[in-house]
């Protein structure tokens, strides 16, 4: 099986149906254990805490370069010493692989 970090995102424009819960789970587990599935299993969301605001934005920085290479972009927020990231496929209302392939690969990135 491919690690999800070496995969690339495909565009979704609609038209196919979100992952049910148990696909959602499953893939999950392929990620760090600190992504969570919300109760309606629509997205996955992690928080990542920083020593100072410089180490968040450069954190920032380096999840927004992997957004706009894979063009799957995700819901931040971002304050003094933490990122909270929300991944969803907007176009569907619910989760793809691509969400998880995203979040695997910022998994990827050096711990600050």
Not at 53 to 75: G, K, Y
Request: aromatic fraction near 8%; proline fraction near 5%; glycine fraction near 4%.
């Amino acid at each position: 099986m491919t690690d999800l970090h070496t995969r690339r995102c495909v565009p979704c424009e609609g038209g196919i149906a979100p992952l049910p819960r148990a696909a959602a789970e499953e893939v999950l587990q392929r990620l760090d254990e600190n992504w969570q599935l919300s109760v309606d299993a629509t997205s996955i969301q992690r928080e990542f805490r920083f020593k100072d605001f410089f180490r968040t934005m450069s954190f920032v920085n380096a999840l927004a370069h992997i957004a706009n290479l894979e063009d799957h972009h995700p819901d931040l927020e971002i304050g003094y010493g933490y990122c909270r990231v929300r991944f969803t496929t907007h176009a569907i209302k619910g989760l793809s692989e691509n969400d998880f392939i995203c979040a695997a690969k910022i998994d990827q990135l050096p711990p600050a």
